[in-house]
């Protein structure tokens, strides 16, 4: 049974930073895409960025050059590196495992929630 767990959620000031981690277990971690989607309230989720097992990434426009994913196949984690955080960037954050670079997977975490403040 997939299991995603995340952790690292809070809340901050506005131009902070906050680092998310998501334990996995019960896949063959090195081989599967590793996203981080998010919902604000009141709008769909989205795709925040997402990682191949090779290193490869993805950013949703918004987030370039403020967030970077990356993963260790050997401990079977992702994170997610948040600093010059935005109050628009406040909402709940899902790891998601199996999917592709632009596409989620059917494994999802139960969220954590990212709060920035003005």
């Known amino acids: 049974q997939v299991q995603l767990v995340e952790s690292g959620g809070g809340l901050v000031q506005a131009g902070g930073s906050l680092r998310l981690s998501c334990a996995a277990s019960?896949?063959?971690?090195?081989?599967?895409?590793m996203g981080w989607y998010r919902q604000a309230p009141g709008k769909s989720r989205e795709l925040v960025a997402a990682?191949?097992?090779?290193?490869?990434?993805n950013y949703v426009a918004s987030v370039l050059g403020r967030f970077t994913i990356s993963r260790d196949n050997h401990q079977n984690m992702v994170y997610l590196e948040m600093s010059n955080l935005k109050v628009e960037d406040t909402g709940v954050y899902y790891c998601?495992?199996?999917?592709?670079?632009?596409?989620?997977?059917?494994?999802w975490g139960q969220g954590t929630q990212v709060t920035v403040s003005s």
């Open positions: 019960g896949l063959i971690f090195s081989i599967n895409v």
């Open positions: 990682i191949t097992g090779r290193g490869r990434t």
């Open positions: 998601n495992a199996g999917g592709e670079l632009t596409k989620a997977g059917y494994h």
